[in-house]
């Protein structure tokens, strides 16, 4: 779950974002504080992971945002909404790297926006755990799906982005096949330059026509094993 905290000195304008966000799967909102004090206090009971801030110049006190990064642990990524009163959208004591600039107010730009603040988290989450995780993310603008690592039978890589084959659907994920292939090297096994197999799932290799695939249990798709990697699956197979 990815917590969000709206900081808004105008109501209806932070009522319009939460309610754009409670569309939205695995993201909770944890309230609309109209004040940089008010954001402090709640995000001391329940620290958000993402802060969207729509504050002019004038009612921005900047002490406020340096106190709150510096009592948590991660620091929340940051979205600063564009105002109508020469709103510098970046103060300078946050890291451009940690912060989205929004230029534009409406929902699609909030929801890419939140999306992309979304992965952020994701990724610190993972660096700081070092662990390999057990559910990789679907991001769309129905919001967060978790998928199941356990449930994944084959990673293919299809122009630039790689596909989750799992035993009732497939779905699109952001992360590249060589990231997978090193964070679960004990799970999946390389057939191909453009795909992994989980091994548990692998039932048999079966030649057809002049080259070689695999037969994965729970799967009609049977992808293509690559020359090279034949003779090891060939040494793998009594093993499973």
């Not at 004040?35 to 995000?43: E, I, Y």
């Not at 129905?142 to 084959?165: C, D």
Request: hydrophobic share 45%; aromatic share 6%.
């Amino acid at each position: 779950m990815i917590r969000v905290l709206i900081v808004d000195n105008e109501l209806l304008a932070g009522i319009r974002i939460e309610h754009l966000l409670v569309t939205m799967k695995n993201i909770e909102v944890l309230g609309i504080a109209s004040t940089g004090a008010d954001a402090l206090v709640v995000s001391r009971q329940s620290p958000p992971d993402i802060l969207i801030i729509n504050l002019s110049v004038s009612n921005m006190d900047k002490v406020w945002i340096t106190d709150l990064v510096h009592q948590m642990d991660l620091m929340p990524v940051l979205i600063f909404c564009p105002s109508f009163d020469g709103f510098n959208p970046m103060p300078e004591v946050i890291s451009r790297k940690d912060s989205f600039n929004m230029r534009l107010i409406n929902s699609e730009d909030m929801a890419a926006s939140i999306l992309g603040a979304c992965r952020m988290v994701h990724k610190r989450r993972r660096e700081a755990s070092g662990a390999p995780r057990t559910h990789l993310y679907v991001y769309s603008y129905q919001g967060i799906e978790k998928i199941p690592v356990a449930e994944v039978l084959l990673f293919r890589a299809a122009h630039k982005y790689v596909m989750a084959h799992l035993p009732d659907r497939t779905v699109t994920i952001n992360d590249s096949l060589k990231s997978l292939m090193t964070e679960f090297s004990g799970l999946f096994v390389k057939i191909h330059r453009n795909a992994l197999v989980a091994i548990s799932a692998i039932d048999k290799l079966e030649p057809v026509d002049d080259h070689m695939t695999v037969v994965i249990k729970g799967l009609d798709s049977r992808p293509t094993v690559s020359r090279r990697r034949v003779s090891y699956l060939r040494q793998l197979m009594p093993l499973l």
